[in-house]
């Protein structure tokens, strides 16, 4: 049987240690900061951000992880570590929907670490505005929810942005309500966003059938109109709560319990190929028969796994549609490189939205 180790032995063994952590992390950081001047000897005055470079890192850290750390962990303390020596190579501002507390501004932090400046703004389309006027390097916005579905205002947006999606990101989300009331029979009202109150519908007619809903631009503005107005309460996620001093009167009250957000990444740049990657395409067919199976048959032929395909009305014509299509693979692959071209002979328009690493946890 093995000997109990001493505490003060244990002890002064993690001080050891934490000693080399620091060194070896001011080393990475003294090293991420002549990459910077590198950069800007050899031209690059941008954003020195790289989406590819930062997915091919966190997966060889999961490669190499041995435990008992989970990869979860792991990739959220590298994540960390990267974002604050980006910083020191130079400060990235990403626009996220505000204000302060969305579960929008919680995907830039999964995303992009704590090293950015979150720039809050009140609309998707604003989003936009901000990257394309290059107030902010990027720009976070929701596109998808396995409940409620697509978020139709980001799609309708492509359609006239020349920005690329550049990265992705999910998130887990926890739906609370809060407020400063001692009971449920004194709601008078309910705040939150569109997308939150769908995704609550079958606990709010349980429990607050009584109450008026009222959809708000988004969760954080919900709490924060719950933490000045009596009788009201919000749904939005912890760190509103947090942020607005509101106590928490019911936890994950979401309909599903698995009830998860995506989130695109928009910039101004292309993503180089990781080896696993996703291509987003926005494809107009015009209204005539076969013209989808035409758009779709060319991947199928090739081998390309399609991910998902969503529809919106073009705006241009009675019954014309635009189709967003997601495939596995990057557009430098061969393989979709090759059915691409084949795509654009049988349709009216066919963009790149763009090709992306596909989310690292």
């Known amino acids: 049987m093995s000997s109990i180790i001493p505490l003060t032995e ?13 060194e070896l992390i001011n080393q990475r950081a003294v090293w ?20 590819d470079r930062e997915a091919l890192v ?9 435990g008992p750390l989970s990869d979860t962990t792991t990739v959220r303390f590298f994540r960390e570590l990267m974002s604050a020596c980006l910083a020191l190579e130079k400060p990235m501002e990403v626009a996220f929907l505000g204000p302060e507390g969305t579960f929008t501004q919680q ?42 579905g697509v978020i139709n205002h980001t799609l309708d947006r492509f359609l006239t942005s020349t920005l690329k999606i550049c990265g992705e990101v999910e998130i887990r989300v926890h739906q609370n309500l809060m407020g400063r009331i001692e009971s449920l029979a004194e709601v008078i009202e309910v705040y939150s966003h569109q997308q939150s109150l769908a995704q609550c519908r079958q606990w709010l007619n ?66 180089a190929p990781t080896g696993n990657d996703k291509t987003s395409l926005m494809v107009s067919t015009g209204n005539q028969p076969g013209a989808l199976y035409k758009t779709l048959e060319p991947f199928a032929r090739f081998g390309i796994d399609m991910l998902s395909i969503e529809s919106r009305p073009s705006r241009q014509g009675l019954w014309d549609y635009i189709f967003f299509i997601d495939v596995a693979g990057h557009s430098e692959d ?7 071209d084949l795509v654009k002979d049988n349709v009216h328009m066919l963009k790149l939205l763009g090709s992306y690493p596909k989310a690292v946890l």
């Open 58 to 66: 966190l997966r060889r850290i999961m490669e190499m992880n041995q």
């Open 107 to 148: 995907a830039a932090f999964k995303h992009f670490g704590h090293g950015v400046n979150t720039i809050p703004v009140a609309t998707i389309h604003d989003i936009f505005n901000a990257v394309e006027s290059d107030k902010c390097q990027f720009g976070v916005v929701p596109v998808e929810n396995s409940t409620e």
């Open 32 to 51: 991420a900061q002549e990459v910077a001047r590198t950069k800007t000897a050899q031209g690059e005055h941008a954003c020195f951000y790289r989406p």
């Open 334 to 340: 061969q393989m979709i490189a090759q059915a691409l």
């Open 206 to 271: 349980k429990h607050l059938a009584h109450a008026k809903i009222t959809a708000v631009s988004s969760n954080a503005e919900a709490a924060r109109l719950a933490s000045i107005t009596s009788g009201t309460v919000a749904i939005a996620g912890k760190s509103a709560a947090d942020i607005y001093d509101l106590a928490i009167i019911e936890k994950n009250i979401e309909d599903e319990i698995n009830n998860t957000t995506r989130f695109i990444i928009v910039g101004q740049q292309m993503s």
């Open 10 to 22: 244990l002890r002064d063994k993690i001080d050891v240690i934490d000693r080399q952590i620091l």
